[in-house]
């Protein structure tokens, strides 16, 4: 694609924590400009928590941040509504939830849906919700993995666009089978930004496409076991 100035895909990065994800897009971002022309940019990371890891590693790369504190608002309404708005002076094309610890409201999801992606530590639609990976030691799972969907009104439950499968290992604990799942977060988000910001990776109803193709349930799979 040969995009134009005035055509490069504009991307909000929401953020809660360390931003691992946050620095691992930006970075991909930044690779891909230097390399083609096919560019996107990040036009900003937006936290809830003044006090995020991420806010500082998102400043060290120049981006531009800002901060919205969900403490300071009466309602999740409220609050997802001034989030709205600080997205929209930023005029985006994709917003990444990368490690944003909020649950969103259907006003939120509604107006972006097709164009909100997040990531989930686990082979979604499998273990929804919080401790995935001690959840999938505790049930004797042989593997595990990570899923970037696009974000639909159900709590972890939008279409899958990629997901990443790891090995548990006897010797496994959660910290472990974390790390090694990071890992692979850093690089199945980078590819589905670029498959996005490329036109490829679309949502139609609650089908998630990849050039025109409908996905999987599981979405594209990279299987990491050797
Ligand atoms: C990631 O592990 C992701 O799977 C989950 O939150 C974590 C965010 O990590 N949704 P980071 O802030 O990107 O380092």
Excluded at 88 to 97: F, I, M, S
Excluded at 104 to 112: E, I, K, Q, S, V
Excluded at 198 to 218: C, H, I, V, W, Y
Aim: proline share 4%; hydrophobic share 40%.
């Amino acid at each position: 694609m040969q995009a134009s100035e005035a055509e490069k895909p504009r991307i909000v990065v929401l953020i809660s924590g360390s931003g691992s994800n946050m620095v691992a897009i930006a970075e991909a971002v930044k690779a891909e400009v230097s390399d083609s022309d096919n560019e996107a940019e990040i036009v900003g990371v937006i936290s809830n928590r003044p006090n995020a890891e991420g806010l500082n590693k998102a400043q060290a790369l120049d981006l531009h941040t800002d901060i919205i504190d969900h403490t300071l608002y009466a309602s999740r309404e409220e609050f997802d509504h001034a989030l709205i708005r600080m997205i929209e002076d930023l005029k985006p094309d994709l917003v990444v939830l990368a490690g944003f610890m909020r649950i969103l409201t259907a006003d939120f999801t509604r107006y972006y849906e097709g164009r909100l992606l997040n990531i989930h530590p686990s082979l979604l639609p499998k273990y929804q919700g919080l401790n995935t990976h001690q959840r999938a030691l505790d049930a004797g799972d042989d593997i595990h993995g990570v899923t970037v969907h696009f974000v639909t009104e159900e709590l972890d439950g939008g279409p899958n666009a990629i997901q990443a499968i790891v090995p548990i290992l006897d010797i496994d604990n959660a910290q472990e089978l974390q790390k090694r799942i990071q890992v692979q977060e850093h690089i199945i988000y980078p590819i589905a930004v670029k498959w996005f910001c490329e036109g490829r990776l679309t949502m139609k109803g609650n089908q998630a496409l990849l050039d025109g193709k409908q996905l999987p349930t599981s979405g594209i799979q990279l299987d990491t076991r050797g």
